[in-house]
């Protein structure tokens, strides 16, 4: 087998411009990650104080924590891993999967 040709080695100037690359990307995916966690936070506390506002012992307040797992919007069970698009109709998975 030959070996596999490896690229030539960067100049010191490369180096630090593709290091100053990726440390600008990690900087960019943490102030992202910061943002949407503290998007999350925020809808959470506000969600939490609504349900307190809610007089006690209230249809209202028992209706606002029920979880409907039945409901249109509700994941399949089937699907094993959240993704961001809905699932394909009529697409059947057991046609694709190889057993030996």
């Not at 069970?77 to 109709?89: A, S």
């Not at 057991?94 to 030996?100: E, G, H, L, M, P």
Request: with cysteine.
């Amino acid at each position: 087998d030959a070996q596999p040709m490896k690229p030539p080695p960067a100049s010191p100037e490369e180096m630090a411009r593709r290091a100053e690359i990726g440390r600008n990307y990690v900087i960019g995916k943490f102030k992202r990650h910061n943002k949407l966690q503290h998007d999350l936070a925020c809808k959470i506390k506000m969600k939490n104080h609504a349900i307190r506002m809610l007089p006690r012992d209230t249809m209202w307040k028992e209706e606002a924590l029920k979880v409907d797992v039945t409901g249109e919007g509700m994941v399949p069970k089937w699907r094993r891993i959240p993704v961001d698009t809905p699932p394909i109709p009529d697409f059947d998975i057991s046609k694709f999967i190889v057993r030996d």
